[in-house]
Nanobody
Framework: QLVESGGGLVQPGGSLRLSCAAS????????MGWYRQAPGQQRELVAN???????NYVDSVKGRFTISRDNGQSTVYLQMNSLKPDDTAVYFC?????????????WGQGTRVTVSS
């Protein structure tokens, strides 16, 4: 189970930190990611991080967003700085485990981020 928190309304240029707490075992085996879906748009990957801490970002958030994880707390974070109206979306936490038959994905319920003055 994945439970997100930290969304809300923020002015352009502001910051938010999203958290995603995972239940279950062996959190460090999962690659964790944050996706977002704006109204009328497809869900897109924002950032992900491996169990070992290697991260990857979509170009539009590089230099502004930072993904991190605390394997001891089974939590992944997304620090979002210099927010823009285009960042407005529902943000979803994803946990992915690679198994022989392919990726096994788990999703949170989403947390809404609105960037507006």
């Amino acid at each position: 189970q994945l439970v997100e928190s930290g969304g809300g309304l923020v002015q352009p240029g502001g910051s938010l930190r999203l958290s995603c707490a995972a239940s279950g075992s062996i959190f460090s085996r999962y690659a964790m990611g944050w996706y977002r879906q704006a109204p009328g748009q497809q869900r897109e990957l924002v950032a992900n991080i491996t169990g070992g801490g290697t991260s990857n970002y979509v170009d539009s958030v590089k230099g502004r967003f930072t993904i991190s994880r605390d394997n001891g707390q089974s939590t992944v974070y997304l620090q979002m700085n210099s927010l823009k109206p285009d960042d407005t979306a529902v943000y979803f936490c994803n946990a992915r485990l690679m198994i022989p038959t392919g990726p096994l994905d788990f999703w949170g319920q989403g947390t809404r981020v609105t960037v507006s003055s």
